[in-house]
T-cell receptor, first 111, second 114 residues
C-alpha cells in the first residue's frame, strides 16, 4: 500500500498559485493519484485525478513525473475560499482496494 | 442532488452504549468506506466493504464493527462506546474499475461519547 507524505501546512496569498507536492515512493503500477479538498465541518471533495504526466481541469492541474514517485497539485490564483486541507491519496480503483489518506496539507490563503 | 447521506450530523452517547452510524449512497457504488477524523491525524480508515456482506479491516478497526446487508447501505457499529471514540465519522463510496473514479463523501457525523 503506497504511503503518502505531504507538508503539514503552507501559507499563500490571494491571487497566487499554490503548489503542493506529495511523495509516494512505493506507488504500485495500478495506483492512481487523487487529490481532495476539505473545508471545516464538511467531507472531502474530489479535485483531480491522474495516472501519469499532466492532468488539468477547471480548478487545478496535477503534475506527475515519469517515475510517479511524487505528484504536485497546482491551484492557480487561489482565493480566500481556497483555505482548506488538501489530501493526496494513492490507490487502485479495483474492488477491494483499501483507500488510505495521508495527513493532508493545511493551506491558509491570506488577503 | 443527494449522493451520500449519513443518519445524523451530531450524536451524543454515553460510555458503554451501543451506537449505530448509518450511511446510504444512491450511486450504486460497490465500495463503501468508514473513516474517522481527529484534529492533527487526518482521515483514518476504519473499515471498508467492496460488496454486500463483504468487509475488510482498515487501519484502526479495534472497537468497531460494520454491516452491509444491502448495496446502498453501510453501517458502522460501536459495540460499547468509549470516550476515545469521540470523533468525526465520515462515510464514502466509490465505483470500481479502471480509469477515473472519485470517492464521494457524506457530510459526516460528529459523535461525542460522555
Amino acid at each position: 500500500l503506497a504511503k503518502t507524505t505531504q507538508p503539514i501546512s503552507m501559507d499563500s496569498y490571494e491571487g497566487q498559485e499554490v503548489n503542493i507536492t506529495c511523495s509516494h515512493n512505493n506507488i504500485a503500477t495500478n495506483d492512481y493519484i487523487t487529490w481532495y479538498q476539505q473545508f471545516p465541518s464538511q467531507g472531502p471533495r474530489f479535485i483531480i485525478q491522474g495516472y501519469k504526466t499532466k492532468v488539468t481541469n477547471e480548478v487545478a492541474s496535477l503534475f506527475i513525473p515519469a517515475d510517479r514517485k511524487s505528484s504536485t497539485l497546482s491551484l492557480p490564483r487561489v482565493s480566500l475560499s481556497g483555505t482548506a486541507v488538501y489530501y493526496c491519496l494513492v490507490g487502485g480503483m479495483a474492488a477491494g482496494n483499501k483507500l488510505t489518506f495521508g495527513g493532508g496539507t493545511r493551506v491558509l490563503v491570506k488577503p | 442532488d443527494v449522493k451520500v447521506t449519513q443518519s445524523s450530523r451530531y450524536l451524543v452517547k454515553r460510555t458503554g452504549e451501543k451506537v449505530f452510524l448509518e450511511c446510504v449512497q444512491d450511486m450504486d457504488h460497490e465500495n463503501m468506506f468508514w473513516y474517522r477524523q481527529d484534529p492533527g491525524l487526518g482521515l483514518r480508515l476504519i473499515y471498508f466493504s467492496y460488496d454486500v456482506k463483504m468487509k475488510e479491516k482498515g487501519d484502526i478497526p479495534e472497537g468497531y464493527s460494520v454491516s452491509r446487508e444491502k448495496k446502498e447501505r453501510f453501517s458502522l457499529i460501536l459495540e460499547s462506546a468509549s470516550t476515545n471514540q469521540t470523533s468525526m465519522y465520515l462515510c464514502a463510496s466509490i465505483s470500481t474499475g479502471t480509469g477515473y473514479n472519485e470517492q464521494f463523501f457524506g457530510p459526516g457525523t460528529r459523535l461525542t461519547v460522555l
